[in-house]
T-cell receptor, first 117, second 111 residues
């Protein structure tokens, strides 16, 4: 399977704990995105990497959230001191595109569903 | 930023009928409009997209139309089948290649 892979698929944790999710993009895709999706809503943009550089962060991404893409391949999203409102599906997407083109399709993984007890 | 509105929120059709989902966007600079299908427990799957230099695009039973002047675009599914039942999302692209999604349309195709 050469699609976007996310791990774990499900995570249940107590409020206040830290969690980390991993995303493996499609091989050679230079762009990687994180989105958050709550029930009945469309995905909302969180952050964007071009290669290893984090170029954009949404205001949704509070200081409890941090994302990395250290070698321009896989990425991690960490949430510290989780809160009830963090319960959502966290989706990763990747795309391949030159730096001067912004009209490229994004391919999504199946997400990590986070439940905060 | 971009604002995308999608209608209807739910759509029920008989198998074999057509389904139409409409979206409007606010940023006239947006130039790329993908449509995604999301099944329960899965991530969104790209089904068709259109760029601003094109007015219509078709792929078998699926077509998308774009009216840049009015800032709206639509998804058309013909000869619907039960396996078309899912949630469909439209999106428009903003700066840094981020997508702004509509709130989704739950399509139910009755056999």
């Amino acid at each position: 399977d050469t699609g976007v892979s996310q791990d774990p698929r499900h995570k249940i944790t107590k409020r206040g704990q830290n969690v980390t999710f991993r995303c493996d993009p499609i091989s050679e895709h230079n762009r990687l995105y994180w989105y958050r999706q709550t029930l009945g809503q469309g995905p909302e943009f969180l952050t964007y990497f071009q290669n290893e550089a984090q170029l954009e962060k949404s205001r949704l991404l509070s200081d409890r959230f941090s994302a990395e893409r250290p070698k321009g391949s896989f990425s991690t999203l960490e949430i510290q001191r989780t809160e009830q409102g963090d319960s959502a599906m966290y989706l990763c997407a990747s795309s391949l595109g030159p730096s001067d083109r912004d009209d490229q399709p994004q391919h999504f993984g199946d997400g990590t569903r986070l439940s905060i007890l | 930023g971009e604002n995308v509105e999608q209608h209807p929120s739910t759509l029920s059709v008989q198998e074999g009928d057509s389904a139409v989902i409409k979206c409007t966007y606010s940023d006239s600079a947006s130039n790329y409009f993908p449509w995604y299908k999301q099944e329960l427990g899965k991530g969104p799957q790209l089904i068709i997209d259109i760029r601003s230099n094109v007015g219509e695009k078709k792929d078998q039973r699926i077509a998308v139309t774009l009216n840049k002047t009015a800032k709206h675009f639509s998804l058309h599914i013909t000869e619907t089948q039960p396996e078309d039942s899912a949630v469909y999302f439209c999106a428009a692209i903003g700066n840094f290649n981020k997508f702004y999604f509509g709130s989704g349309t739950k399509l139910n195709v009755k056999p």
